[in-house]
C-alpha cells in the first residue's frame, strides 16, 4: 500500500492533467477516482520511494508530461519523463592511520588462526 504522501503527489498531478481537458480525460469523480487508485498502484508497485526526494521529481514529471501530452496518459509515461535521482554523495575517506590499518590486519589473522585452530 502507497504511502500518503505518494498518493497525494500523484492525485495533485492528475488534477493538473485533468485541468488540460485532453480527449481520455476521465469523464467523471468516480472514474477519476479509480483512474486515480490504479496510477498509485501500478508507479508505487515494485518501486523504492522516498519522500524527500521524489515529492519533487513527480511534480516535475507531471509538469513536464502536461506539456507534452495530447492525449491521457498512461503511468509508463510518467515515468518516461521522471527525472533521475541526484547521485548520493560518497562517504568520506577512512580517516585510520596506516598503522591503524596494520593492527587491524594482524588482529584478523590472529582471529582466523583461532578459529582454524577451534576446527
Do not use: H, N
Not at 3 to 19: D, H, K, N, T, Y
Not at 50 to 66: K, M, P, Y
Amino acid at each position: 500500500m502507497a504511502e500518503p504522501w505518494f498518493e497525494q503527489s500523484i492525485a495533485v498531478g492528475l488534477v493538473r492533467l485533468a485541468a488540460l481537458q485532453l480527449p481520455g480525460t476521465p469523464p467523471d469523480a468516480q472514474t477519476a477516482a479509480a483512474c486515480r487508485a490504479v496510477w498509485v498502484d501500478a508507479l508505487w508497485y515494485g518501486r523504492v520511494w522516498i519522500e524527500a526526494v521524489d515529492t519533487a521529481r513527480l511534480e516535475t514529471a507531471f509538469r513536464l508530461l502536461s506539456g507534452r501530452v495530447t492525449r491521457w496518459p498512461a503511468p509508463a509515461q510518467l515515468l518516461e519523463v521522471l527525472p533521475m535521482r541526484e547521485p548520493m554523495q560518497a562517504l568520506p575517506k577512512s580517516v585510520r592511520s596506516d598503522e591503524a590499518r596494520a593492527q587491524a590486519m594482524v588482529s584478523i589473522s590472529e582471529l582466523m588462526l583461532k578459529l582454524k585452530a577451534g576446527a
